[in-house]
């Protein structure tokens, strides 16, 4: 809680540079899930990757961009049940590339979408479980600090997919 709260105020104040290069999001998602797999074996959840092997690099922070996978993988792992499944896809459009982590979990109410990214948010299942609520405002922090932008789509019992983009590294 402590720790997750002062990595948010120190990224907020702007002492949490962000070094930029270009980046194979790829290797970089595949090692993620690697790391996560023993997490998701134990929950009983399946965890694949499918990027497309010739998408562009980004450019970004590898460490930030690290820390945003494991809090939606967290999360995805976290918000599912015994035998779901979560994937993580990757796509370009335009200069950005999308990438999305899905599952086939609980789902988030439509009312509380709009509002998970915000600090402290929990939506109404999740309140009396572990976690700090402040996961996700962490990751949209970091995103931004790339000029990306991250977003949910979910459908209550059915599953939730979290996307966020970074430029390729080549955009200007
Ligand atoms: N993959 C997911 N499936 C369902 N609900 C989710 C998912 N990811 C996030 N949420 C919802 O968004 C809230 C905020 O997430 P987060 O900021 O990571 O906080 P925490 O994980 O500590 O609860 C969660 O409490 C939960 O209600
Ligand atoms: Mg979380």
């Not at 918000?79 to 982590?101: M, Q």
């Not at 109410?109 to 962490?138: N, S």
Request: glycine share 10%; proline share 5%; aromatic share 4%.
């Amino acid at each position: 809680m402590v720790s997750e709260l002062s990595e948010l105020s120190r990224i907020e104040s702007g002492e949490v540079s962000i070094k930029k290069e270009p980046i194979d999001i790829g290797g970089l998602v595949t090692r993620v899930v690697e790391r996560l797999k023993p997490q998701a074996d134990r929950s009983r959840l399946s965890l694949a990757v499918d990027i497309p092997s010739g998408i562009p690099k980004v450019l970004a922070d590898k460490e930030r961009v690290e820390q945003v996978l494991v809090n939606l993988l967290h999360n995805a792992i976290k918000f599912s049940h015994s035998g779901g499944r979560i994937s993580c896809v990757a796509k370009i459009e335009g200069d950005d590339i999308l990438v999305s982590v899905v599952d086939t979990g609980i789902g988030i109410p439509v009312d509380d979408l709009p509002r998970i990214f915000e600090r402290f948010y929990k939506a109404d299942k999740a309140r009396a479980g572990g976690g700090t609520g402040l996961g996700l405002a962490i990751a949209k922090h970091i995103v931004e600090a790339h000029g990306g932008k991250i977003w949910a789509e979910s459908s209550e019992g059915k599953g939730s997919k979290f996307t966020f983009t970074l430029p390729v590294a080549t955009s200007p």
